[in-house]
């Protein structure tokens, strides 16, 4: 019922070998191909091919209708960019280069966050069209100086980061991703629990005969950060009974000699490590008619998906296009990797600088003649907590993308408010452009949260909130509407 009209001339079924020779002459010729077994009543029905990236619902078939993007890395962001013929902001700083319209450049800041660069026809100083979205989502952080052994059992301990109900993640299967960076400079990726073959770890609760006093607890200590340590490990190491010293605590030693034949990593390596704990396993389709999706970090990588689709589906336009997927909005937006950094003004001026166009004054005009949409998850609405809603102004799974003239929480504090001329702006373009969209506050007024737009609106342009909405939101498993994420 979402369907886009040309969806089915892009969908070729197999339905029998005679017509598959020319299906698989046409399907060598595509640039961009999706695949899927057809099965019905536990019988392979045939091979359905979906031609072309703007496939299915009129946007890319990669990632969308399983959520695979929410599995994006760094390097995996990066490849799509250079895939589209986007160079690196870098690379060019070293040549004597001049960008000119059309061209596409990125510029990545400590593997963290990324911007990407349309050059349009127009001088920048003229503004940009902006599109940004967080790609950093709350979860649990390894410590420095993590692991320990606790009556023969190996834990690492953890930090959480970002605003979690703590009691949603103990019990779960857990994946542990990120970086060891070594003291001679390598870095070694970090992925574990993803993989079919791999291990997962857990964080243990208590056994509901033995929590009668935990649960009379109120639910923000029910589990409390302190216990949210990562269980690892709990064989010890085998022991040579020929040496006369034990080692005492030989589950440790056993999982630091993993680590060792794995990662080649000593203890003090821990020092180092970026390692993020987050829920294991891959994106699902939701529901029976699978009109949703289901997996971890909804917030915010889905609307850095649909920005970034934007962004890679834009050529050659008047104003310079920019598509900003930026870290750390769980935690403030702050520190170099943060919108408030100076990464993303920092990377203007090189663009300006590499257009010939250098000056403070371009710059700041560049920045205030600037239209940006901040995408930023929605809270659905959701009939089981319905009295925490306001129905009028709350988004609905299903209604499109969701607008927040403002966010903020008790009386809109520290939200950006974005001006009615704006949003009248916008309005015209999405109705031309039959986007169904919804104009919605955060849940009844006195709650409400931040996003990075105010960042971007101190440079004196017009900004506003936007994005999908999300069920269980901050949760370890977040659902979206798929009929949301095609409008968005
Ligand atoms: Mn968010
Ligand atoms: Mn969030």
Known sequence: HMAAPDVASNFQVIRDFGQAEEIFVKAEKEKNLGMQLVVEQGQIYGLALCFGEEAVYGIAAEGFLTGQYLADTMSRLVKKAEAAGYKNLKELQKEHVKLKAGDKVYAVCM???????II???????????????????????KQNPLYENEELAYLDTHYYGGIKKYQWVTLPLAIHGVIA?????I??????????????????????????QLEKKGSVVVEGEKLDLLI???????????????????????????????????????????????AGKARDCGLDKSM?????????????????????????????????????EIGSVGATGMQSRFFENAVAEILDKCGEFSELKLRRAMANSTMISSDVGAAFDPMHADVYDKRSNPFFGKGMVLNKHTGARGKGGSNDANAEYIAKLRHVFDENKVAFQLTEMGKIDAGGGTIA???????????????PVQNMHAPWEVVSKADVFET
């Open 188 to 213: 070694v990726p970090v992925s574990i629990g993803d993989e079919e073959e791999d291990p997962v770890f857990v964080i243990t609760d208590l056994l509901v005969h033995l929590a009668s006093k």
């Open 293 to 329: 999706v289901i997996g971890y970090g909804q917030d915010d990588r889905v609307c850095a998906f649909t920005s970034l689709m934007a962004m890679l589906h834009t050529e050659n336009k008047k104003r310079t296009s920019c598509c900003i997927l930026v870290d750390k909005e």
């Open 233 to 279: 490990g709990s064989r010890p190491l085998e022991q040579d009974p020929s040496l006369d010293q034990e080692e005492k605590e030989a589950v440790k030693a056993n999982v630091m000699e993993l680590l060792k034949k794995y990662y080649d990593m000593e203890e003090e390596d821990f020092l180092s490590a970026e390692l993020e704990i987050v829920p």
């Open 120 to 142: 349009g026809q127009e001088p920048l100083e003229n503004g940009m069209n902006i599109l940004g979205a967080h790609i950093d989502s709350p979860r649990i952080d390894v």
């Open 454 to 468: 105010y960042i971007l609106a101190n440079y004196d342009m017009e900004v506003i909130d936007c994005g999908v």
């Open 111 to 117: 593997d963290k966050s990324i911007a990407l660069f």
């Open 182 to 186: 070594k003291k001679d400079g390598t």
